[in-house]
């Protein structure tokens, strides 16, 4: 039917936000996807707890906090396992937000966890990047925004904590544009810091927005000055007045203004200012991400692209998260809708296994429960329950033969070789570091001419999750033994001539990895370089996709 949305814009007007009739397409038109991208205490926690707050699901704020922890370097699985327990609820947070339906994907702050990042981005159609103010870009940010560009993921930037002593905000946006090779758009501009801070100035609708301490936990009313030239403005900033006005003067004329569809190609982002914790700047921030930020977008598939809009339903998995919950100890396969809309009790078609099966208990992470998926639009993410089914990358359809691409898996940078204690049990733990590795718990590779098995991660502890639940789901006790392996290299070559030589002649460095795809494992970096240069016509690519 023919459906109009109403939300009030800032200043308190009624605007209609969408007027269409097909409401397939006005669910999608108003989904937004997005996850959040940065360095570990640059305020990722604290900036989900505050988008919550304005997306009305308050009661989960708490749920939010407790997973912090997870920072903390532990070996200890049983904690890891229950801090998992907690963060899983709020794995997907699906809010409404001015006529939106925004699904923000979390992403485990524990950085040996960062291979579930990589792919949980895949599932966005936006990143929004937090930067501690004080700091500026960090090594995480780095590689996350590089992972970003592999599909040139639009970015919003919210530059934090400036309700303390940061760094010169000029400076800050410099080094955004210097190292993560991204044009910088100043949407707001701080007046003031730390203890001076006064407000933030709206570059695009001229009005300054009185900053107020200790509205950290609530939704407030703004104070609104119009004009930079207004005798309120004036009042506000005193003797300051000169100054601030120069210097934003000099930000509208050495910085870039903001282009939307230099946004939409990831060559631009826009930067908002504020502090998260005191809940400054996110609410501006937010109607930006809402105004501007993509809707679900097409998808590259082996066959062709799939449009979100179009009626049948289609998707594909990214994530698996095993033992969520204590109580249920089960796995639950993450998917993002592509096109069309899920049903519960549907049939879907498990592309790679060729097999229908019935949709009946999917999950949604509305407000952070779990609770049963009635319905799902392209751009909503849905949790299939799984029994070792399932892998990352598989696609669903109604029935339609085809193959999503991009979700890939990244050259773990540590290796260890596994071997099992009781000998008897070596069929269970290659089932089991086969099955791990098809979760994306940790990769594995076999090498050509020996009878190891090499395990492969980006953080340490990956190997005691893969040890813990060896031993707990497989019966499979394993022992780690140093494999003398420094990167991993997927290998490709055009000329079957030569990628056979290639072989014969490299036997001794080359292993088969879980998804069958031949691999180059590197002794050292400059056996590494040695062999790429040596063999200029074969492909070593850190990246492969499932
Ligand atoms: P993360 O998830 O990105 O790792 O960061 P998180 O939100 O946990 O924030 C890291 C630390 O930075 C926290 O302090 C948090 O309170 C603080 N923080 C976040 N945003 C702001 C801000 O705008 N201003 C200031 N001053 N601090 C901010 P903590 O001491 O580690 O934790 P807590 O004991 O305060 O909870």
Redesign the pocket.
């Known amino acids: 039917g023919l459906r109009k949305d109403y939300y009030q814009s800032e200043d308190g007007r009624e605007d209609a936000l969408v007027m269409v009739i097909h409401p397939v397409q006005n669910a999608i038109e108003n989904r937004r996807t997005f996850a959040?991208i940065?360095?570990?205490?640059?305020?990722?926690?604290?900036?989900?707890?505050k988008l919550l707050l304005f997306g009305n699901a308050i009661k989960l704020a708490g749920a939010v906090?407790s997973r912090?922890t997870d920072?903390h370097a532990m070996s200890d699985w049983m904690t890891m396992e229950q801090e998992r327990g907690i963060s899983v609820t709020t794995s997907v947070m699906q809010f409404p937000y001015r006529g939106r339906t925004v699904n923000l994907l979390d992403t485990p702050?524990h950085e040996d966890f960062s291979e579930d990042t990589y792919r949980t981005l895949t599932a966005v159609d936006s990143a929004l990047m937090?930067i501690?103010g004080a700091k500026g870009v960090e090594p995480r940010t780095i590689k996350l925004m590089e992972v970003c560009r592999l599909r040139d993921t639009p970015i919003i930037t919210f530059i934090?904590?400036?309700?303390?002593e940061v760094r010169d905000p000029i400076e800050v946006m410099d080094e955004i544009e210097d190292i993560l090779q991204i044009e910088c758009a100043p949407m707001n501009w701080p007046i003031g810091m730390g203890r001076g801070l006064k407000g933030i100035y709206d570059l695009v609708n001229d009005r300054i927005i009185e900053y107020r301490q200790g509205q950290g936990h609530h939704v407030y009313e703004f104070n609104v000055i119009k004009g930079l030239a207004s005798d309120a403005a004036k009042t506000l900033l005193g003797h300051d007045y000169a100054d601030v006005c120069d210097e934003i003067e000099l930000v509208r004329g050495a910085s870039h203004t903001f282009n939307h569809e230099d946004f939409l190609k990831a060559g631009l982002t826009p930067v908002y200012f504020?502090?998260?914790?005191?809940n400054?700047g996110v609410q501006q921030m937010l109607d930006g991400f809402a105004t501007y930020a993509p809707p679900p977008q097409p998808r590259e598939s082996m066959e062709r692209l799939v449009d979100p809009g179009e009626d049948k339903f289609s998707g594909f998995v990214f994530k698996i998260q095993a033992n969520m919950d204590p109580k249920h100890r089960d796995r639950i396969a993450f998917l993002r809708v592509c096109s069309g809309r899920y049903e519960q009790g549907m049939k879907m078609q498990h592309l790679r296994l060729g097999k229908s099966i019935r949709i009946t208990d999917a999950v949604t992470f509305m407000a952070g429960d779990r609770t049963h998926a009635e319905e799902a639009f392209a751009g909503d993410i849905i949790g299939l329950h799984n029994h070792g089914t399932i892998q990352i990358g598989d696609t669903f359809t109604e029935g339609e033969a085809l193959k999503f691409k991009g979700v890939p898996n990244f050259a773990p940078e540590l290796f260890r070789r596994v071997r099992v204690k009781d000998p008897l049990r070596s069929k269970q733990l290659e089932k089991g570091i086969t099955q791990l590795a098809e979760e994306g718990a940790s990769q594995v590779f076999f090498p050509l001419n020996k009878n190891q098995i090499v395990v492969g991660a980006v953080g340490v502890l990956q190997f005691d999750l893969v040890a813990y639940r060896l031993q707990d789901e497989y019966r499979a006790e394993c022992i780690w033994e140093d494999a003398s392996i420094a990167a991993a290299r997927w290998v490709q070559c055009e000329d079957e001539k030569m990628l056979t030589d290639f072989k014969n002649k490299n036997q001794e460095n080359l292993a088969i990895d879980g998804g069958g795809y031949l691999t180059y494992l590197a002794t050292s970096r400059v056996n590494l370089q040695v062999v790429t240069e040596r063999w200029p016509d074969v492909k070593f690519t850190k990246t492969r996709e499932h």
Do not use: C, Q, W, Y
Not at 274 to 278: D, E, M, S
């Open positions: 959040i940065s360095h570990p205490d640059a305020g990722k926690t604290t900036m989900t707890e906090k912090k920072r702050g937090v501690d934090n904590k400036l309700d303390r504020g502090t998260a914790l005191g400054f």
